[in-house]
């Protein structure tokens, strides 16, 4: 089983449409969580850092669960701007400071 | 200064040739990260300095020899790399290895093709 495992996709929504991605890890000591975005050939991008019980941005909410070792990320009236490849990331917050990445999740919002 | 850059944007080497990829940022953080990223998939981590110090060494072939001259500088050496080495390489930081501070920021990357 992976660390971290995400929804596997594509995702295909119309603009304006609710779009909601899972991430769930193994590690029940991981500390801190976070969801980056990558646009084809780019770097990826921090979306939102996912503290306590979740944190909102906008059209933008993300949740963790601690119990059931999964974070989310739910979005909002979809742009066609918001296509991209999600990250979710994972870290045990040690000294070392390895994150472990999921494989992505694509998401393609369509006129 | 909230950015990360990275020096060449675009690199093609010879499997005989000797380079150096570049990498800085200016906000103080005391973490740095080399990853390598092939197409359609994640960033895999390869080296990470705290510090100053090489404190993950993902078990990188030692044609890859990272470097930290300072907080701010992080360089990775390449020489004698293979044809299948061709990939995006990805420097970022953090303010912490640890703790709340550990989001870590990307540079834009190195587009390396290896002939």
């Known amino acids: 089983r992976k660390e971290v495992e995400q929804d596997p996709g594509p995702f295909n929504v119309p603009e304006g449409a609710t779009v909601a991605f899972n991430c769930t890890y193994s590690?029940?000591?991981?500390?801190?969580f976070f969801w980056y975005r990558q646009d084809c050939r780019k770097e990826p991008k921090l979306l939102m850092s996912?503290?306590?019980s979740g944190n909102e941005d906008g059209r933008f909410t993300a949740q963790l669960n601690r119990a059931s070792q999964y974070i989310s990320l739910l979005i909002r009236d979809s742009k066609l701007s918001d296509s991209a490849t999600y990250l979710c990331?994972?870290?045990?917050?040690?000294?070392?400071?390895?994150?472990?990445f999921g494989d992505g999740t694509t998401l393609t919002v369509k006129p | 200064d909230t950015e990360v850059t990275q020096t060449p944007k675009h690199l093609v080497m010879g499997m005989t040739n000797k380079k150096s990829l570049k990498c800085e940022q200016h906000?103080?953080?005391?973490?740095m990260y080399w990853y390598k990223q092939k197409a359609k998939k994640p960033p895999e981590l390869m080296f990470v300095?705290?510090?100053?110090?090489?404190?993950i060494n993902e078990s990188v072939p030692s044609r890859f020899s990272p470097e930290c001259p300072n907080s701010s500088l992080l360089n990775l050496h390449l020489h004698a790399l293979q044809p299948e080495d061709s990939a995006l390489y990805l420097c970022?930081?953090?303010?912490?290895?640890?703790?709340?501070?550990?989001?870590?920021?990307f540079g834009p990357g190195t587009r390396l093709t290896v002939l």
């Open positions: 970022a930081s953090s303010q912490d290895p640890a703790g709340r501070g550990n989001e870590q920021f």
């Open positions: 590690n029940s000591a991981s500390q801190s």
């Open positions: 996912v503290y306590s």
């Open positions: 990331v994972v870290n045990m917050n040690t000294n070392a400071g390895k994150s472990t």
């Open positions: 906000m103080g953080h005391r973490a």
């Open positions: 300095y705290s510090y100053e110090k090489l404190s």
